[in-house]
């Protein structure tokens, strides 16, 4: 029972970590739930075959390595959104072993593609923009939304607020031992990334982790050596004024548990105060009670 219980737990640990210690490189990550972990990892990377073509993409050279740069314009042709980013997906799926009647968690790591498809829609307080590549494997959709300041003459601001991630398991060659067919989306709501004010670029040259669903059914998106200007464009080069990054800016599972996790530790405080307080005033009652009977004697 002792190994039972340490294997779950050194593979619940390992999928949290996202990492894999055996690895033979041909593009997944396998992981036992029952017992110990074996597994091969790679990162997977689409040619230029894989884009569509759709929307407006150029080369941007950041430290040697070609980042799309995608623009997005309203009705009119003019540019309302631009954005110079590279990210990386890993996505967790399930994966069921037929000879031993056993579940494995599997993870694939997916590098977002030079000539990625690229849409969107610019509107005067959300704007969205829409990735997908892969021939329809993976979509990507994000929402900006401007807020207004509620303070007199302070500049209204920008950030990103909602993120879907839409995958097809179907595609084997990517999801390795993947045995259905089936679409999954996951999202994550009421974020606050990236905030920026109007009319300004925000740049983040950090690496940004946003987790969207489970450890075994959703996907880590994270965000390297980002430009974005979602509000104020007035062409297609980047506004002048930028906004930084913060180092707290990063969006992992534990944020949505920061508030429960609070709660629980004071909770239990309380509880450890009243034990003490329980067992100190039974001590003080004892030690009074003996002292009575000593008077008594």
């Known amino acids: ?64 390595t070609a980042l799309p740069h995608l623009v997005v314009a309203d009705g009119n042709g003019h540019p309302c959104l631009l954005a110079t980013l590279n990210a990386t997906l890993q996505v967790y799926y399930r994966v069921p072993e037929v ?68 995958y097809n398991l179907s595609n084997t060659d990517i999801f390795k031992a993947s045995t259905t067919k089936e679409t999954v989306t996951v999202d994550r709501q009421r974020l606050s990334l990236f905030g920026t004010q109007v009319g300004n670029t925000h740049a983040c040259d950090q690496d940004i982790d946003v987790q969207l669903g489970s450890i075994d059914r959703g996907v880590k998106l994270t965000f390297h050596n980002v430009n974005i200007a979602a509000f104020g464009v007035t062409s297609r080069k980047y506004p002048e004024g930028i906004d930084y990054c913060l180092k707290t800016d990063h969006y992992g599972p534990g944020e949505e548990i920061l508030v429960p996790l609070t709660v629980a530790s004071i909770l239990s405080f309380f509880a450890v105060s009243i034990v003490i307080g329980y067992v100190i005033t039974r001590k003080l009652i004892r030690i009074k009670e003996q002292n009575s009977y000593k008077q008594m004697a």
Request: charged share 20%; net charge negative.
């Open 1 to 64: 029972m002792y190994i039972k219980f340490r294997n779950r737990f050194i593979s619940v640990i390992l999928v949290l970590a996202g990492r894999c210690s055996y690895s033979h490189g041909n593009g997944t990550v396998f992981i036992n739930l029952e017992e110990p972990m074996f597994g091969i990892t790679d990162t997977v990377k689409f040619g230029s075959e894989d884009g569509s073509g759709e929307g407006e993409i150029t080369g941007s050279e950041d430290q040697g």
């Open 99 to 166: 000879i031993v009647h056993e579940t494995y968690i599997a993870f694939a790591d997916i590098q977002l593609p030079v000539d990625v498809s690229a849409q969107g829609v610019c509107a005067p307080d959300a704007s969205s923009l829409l990735l997908d590549w892969g021939n329809a494997t993976f979509d990507v959709n994000m929402t900006f939304t401007r807020k207004v300041s509620e303070i007199k003459g302070e500049n209204s601001t920008w950030s990103l607020t909602s993120i879907s991630v839409t």
